[in-house]
């Protein structure tokens, strides 16, 4: 049997991001890694090594993220955005689109994502139970927690 052994490599490639950038780490904790050094993901449900993680550009545009609070957001009628959080709680959601995005259960890894076009020029969201880790971001899917 053959047993391909992972090295780290250095030196063949340059990685920029002009900001900090989480990833999961192998016992599946959300770790921060400095600018401009890669991420090496681990799938927080599984465990699986996933290889470096590479994501556009996004921001979130959510107040007090970590745990977030009732709070009226702008977006632009017709984009598209995802909304995405941890925990057993819920969002519920008026304005922009009229929906409630109930959490996926507690493992950390478990994350509820709820993607979007914007129907109007706001969007309020109030939360209820447990939600951690919330992000708003324009795009069709959910980048690393920002």
């Known amino acids: 049997m053959n047993v391909i052994k992972p090295i780290l490599v250095t030196g063949y490639a340059g990685y920029t991001r002009a900001s900090t950038g989480t990833y999961f780490d192998k016992n ?3 770790q921060t890694a400095a600018a401009n050094t890669p991420r090496y993901n681990w799938n927080p449900e599984t465990g699986v090594f996933e290889g470096v993680l590479i994501e556009p550009e996004r921001t979130n545009i ?4 970590a745990s977030p609070a009732y709070q009226t957001r702008s977006v632009t009628t017709g984009k598209t ?20 995005l109930s959490g996926g259960g507690t493992p950390s890894g478990r994350r509820t994502v709820l993607t979007f ?3 109007a020029s706001t969007l309020t969201l109030a939360p209820f139970g447990t939600v951690t880790n919330a992000q708003l971001e324009e795009g069709a899917y959910p980048t690393s927690y920002i």
Request: charged share 5%; hydrophobic share 50%.
């Open 28 to 30: 599946k904790v959300l």
């Open 62 to 65: 959510l107040l007090n993220s």
């Open 81 to 100: 955005y995802t909304l995405s959080f941890y925990g057993n709680g819920a969002i519920t959601l008026t304005g922009a689109i009229g929906a409630t």
């Open 117 to 119: 076009a914007a129907a």
